[in-house]
């Protein structure tokens, strides 16, 4: 099974600052510059990375771009995706493409087709994760007419990256800045594609970012969703990731939700994911864990991950799905990871074993 190329968010290796503690877990790289920083990372993961993600314009921008991709040419690494950053600026705190000022609107849309065109310019894709496009309070915003804004601003952009040649990853999350996202699960996402569309915009490029952690604080499925997307030609591009399930925890790959994250391997093989260029991404954020450690770790859980998947019987699981049988599909995964009839057998005995005392 061939291997998906990888890379990882930058903001994975910054202070981890918290509300409780604001300046953050790993204070020691609060005045790091991210040229540094990208060598940091770089010299500890190159061996198994294969790019970083930035978001601009305050990790990436026309100032640093050059320096930053020198650093990681270097070390035989790329920068292949930028993402929107307007959600850590104060002076977007309450959205920046439903900002109540046109002019703030119309900032806020000319940064991000800067950012596309950067994207264009070093042959990257563009993340739109609208964290502070939303509201915190009932009776806060105009619903319809928030909507409209974000939608209008989302599709000057796409359009402008559609002129470039550059694809758009959106990516859903329910809450965090903003307490209540407008784009908060799958549904209102390709709900947005089809809003862009009607605007007129070449959305073929107009793709959708699978974040895990962010489905999982939904309860949504991550095999499900990620098959539905493939068959809809909307699956971009993923944020691989962890957690408890009821806040973006960005924890290390496998550690809770290890089943759903198997079965999102074998849809992601059945479906050809990675053999179009497609990457994994890993969000990450390592409060009060070793930066570079933790990162190995999720890339490894990953990769061992990945290669249970291309164990499972896939005839077996075939015909078990054909008969809506859960028993016989449960069987299969559970025979690639080592419970065979041999492991029955062995139960028996030691349990008859048991009884004869």
């Given at each position: 099974m061939d291997l998906i190329r990888n890379s990882v968010g930058i903001w994975a290796f910054g202070p981890s600052a918290t509300r409780f503690v604001p300046p953050g877990y790993h204070p020691e790289v609060a005045q790091e510059d991210m040229v540094s920083r990208t060598r940091r990372v770089a010299e500890g993961l190159h061996d198994i990375l294969d790019g970083l993600e930035y978001h601009y314009p305050g990790e990436v921008n026309e100032d640093n771009q050059a320096q930053v991709r020198e650093v990681l040419a270097s070390y035989g690494m790329s920068l292949p995706v930028i993402a929107s950053g307007l959600h850590p600026y104060s002076r977007w705190g309450k959205g920046s493409l439903i900002h109540t000022d046109a002019g703030m609107r119309a900032e806020a849309v000319t940064i991000n087709k800067r950012g596309v065109e950067l994207a264009a310019e070093i042959g990257a894709n563009f993340i739109i994760w609208p964290g502070s496009e939303g509201y915190n309070y009932l009776f806060q915003r105009p619903y319809a007419e928030t909507w409209a804004h974000f939608i209008g601003g989302v599709a000057e952009i796409v359009a402008h990256a559609a002129e470039r040649g550059v694809k758009v990853f959106l990516e859903h999350k329910n809450s965090e800045p903003a307490m209540k996202i407008l784009m908060r699960n799958i549904g209102m996402t390709l709900y947005v594609i089809q809003k862009v569309k009607e605007h007129g915009v070449d959305t073929t490029g107009l793709l959708v970012n699978m974040d895990w952690q962010h489905l999982i604080m939904n309860g949504e499925s991550l095999g499900e969703y990620a098959d539905l997307l493939a068959a809809e030609g909307k699956l971009g591009h993923q944020h691989a990731n962890d957690g408890w399930g009821s806040f973006d925890d960005d924890n290390v790959v496998g550690t809770n939700f290890f089943m759903q994250t198997l079965e999102l391997a074998v849809v992601l093989q059945d479906v050809g994911y990675g053999r179009r260029g497609e990457l994994l991404g890993y969000d990450l954020y390592p409060y009060t864990e070793d930066q570079i450690g933790a990162v190995r770790r999720a890339i490894?859980?990953?990769?061992?991950?990945?290669?249970?998947?291309?164990?499972?019987?896939?005839?077996?699981?075939?015909?078990?799905?054909?008969?809506?049988?859960?028993?016989?599909?449960?069987?299969?995964?559970?025979?690639?990871?080592?419970?065979?009839?041999?492991?029955?057998?062995?139960?028996?005995?030691?349990?008859?074993?048991?009884?004869?005392?």
């Open positions: 490894l859980h990953w990769e061992y991950i990945w290669d249970l998947a291309a164990r499972i019987d896939r005839t077996a699981l075939s015909e078990a799905r054909s008969r809506a049988d859960a028993l016989a599909g449960q069987a299969v995964v559970y025979r690639a990871l080592g419970l065979t009839e041999d492991f029955e057998a062995e139960l028996a005995a030691r349990r008859q074993a048991a009884r004869n005392g």
